[in-house]
């Protein structure tokens, strides 16, 4: 039975229990094993492209897309595997830039579900059936294959080390940012995660790394040593790195050591883009591919510092849910809007973040803040954020409690002309549905 919609399809992938529900402890141990089964079941269409492989606690998203960016004006018909999505599923799988057809993506699906119907694995793995993000990725490898992929930048999902996309022999791999995140699962240090990270590292390939803490750092280059890879830092190839938030775009500097730079005009906003552009030029360059600045600066990703205009406001949606994150999009947001009379927030995080930081940064900021619900699948108690970012908000710093995304936001508009909607990726979902539902 053929599918008929992508939505059919989409059921379909959510409908597989995630193994983290069974067994926890088995599964996790043979996440990798679990995949490769599959992919041996799928005749392995991985191995039709080249990949470029892409880790990091924040900016992969961004860093892959820019990459991808670059592949294609280079000429080669360069696939994106991205995880989560913001609103349509399809922004996980892009051919150049774009969505696949409407055809192939049914078709490709019709193909995996008839290979998949009566596959099992062996129940010491945890759970018999793949799980849902298996499936999503075993589905992008067969979307580019059908597409005739020579590239393709895959982004982990979670960690690196046990990550589904981690059975990939990738020609490269780029670790963009290590920061204290996903803490029950990958470690409650930057070292235990730099090492989560680092494991997507492969024998002889060339590993590239952003800005990274010295511990993290001191991890990435014992693992590439051990691998014997050629690693190449931002520290050490980057000379000088200006930026500038606009309502335009980022305006950015890069000079490297070897003497070159690169004035760029993003189309991603926020400081940290530059930051990511810098390491998509290192990590493109050192590969052997031109960099054409139109690519580069045409590159753009939903809820990334997202500046759209409702009702007469500026909002800015982000999808930042970390300690270092909000500081870089709160110090990028107070630059574009130095007047702190007219700046508002709505605020929501899931259970497991550091939600004090991320506050601490918010009330130093703002003088309105609105603590909203992030999504009602996703554990938050909103009760309790709100009553910490009560108790912490200093004098003149109005702290609400609004649980409907369109009434915060009609809120938010009555105290501000320009409005951060911070702190899940779920939030700034809800928030881009609504804001783009009233547009058309």
Known sequence: MCFTSFDEVTAWLDSFTPPSSTRPGLVRDARLERMRRLLDRLG??????????????????????????ILSANGLVTGLYLSPHLVDYRERFTLDGEFFPDSLYLDVASTLREMVDDFRLPEEYGYEKPSTFELYTAYAYLLFKAASCQWAVIETGLGGRLDATNTLLSEASVITAIELEHTAILGDTIAKIAYEKSRIIKPGQKVFCGLLPVEAMAVVR???????????????????????????????????????????SLAMRGEVQARNAALAVLTARTLGFTVHRAALEGATLPGRFELVRHNGCDIVLDVCHTRVSMAHTVSSFKALYPDRSTRCCIFAA??????????????????????????????????????????????GCTVTLVK?????????????????????????????????????
Request: proline fraction near 2%.
């Open 222 to 264: 014992a693992e590439a040593e051990r691998q014997g890879a050629r690693l190449y830092s931002l520290a050490d190839e980057l000379t000088s790195l200006e930026t500038h938030t606009t309502k335009k775009g980022e305006e950015c500097r890069i000079a490297f050591a070897d003497g070159s730079s690169f004035t760029l």
């Open 44 to 69: 392995h269409p991985e191995a039709s492209f080249r990949t470029i492989h892409v880790a990091g606690s924040k900016g992969k998203g961004s860093t892959s897309r820019m990459l991808s960016s």
């Open 350 to 395: 899931i259970e497991g973040k550091d939600i004090h930081h991320m506050l601490e940064t918010l009330t130093n900021a703002f003088d309105y803040i609105i603590i909203s619900r992030p999504d009602q699948a996703k554990r938050s108690d909103v009760e309790a954020i709100w009553a910490e970012a009560k108790a912490m908000a200093p004098a």
């Open 404 to 440: 409907d995304t369109r009434d915060a936001l009609c809120e938010a508009e009555e105290h501000g002309k320009a409005i951060l909607i911070a702190g899940s990726f779920y939030l700034a979902s809800l928030f881009e549905e609504v804001i783009h539902a009233e547009q058309q």
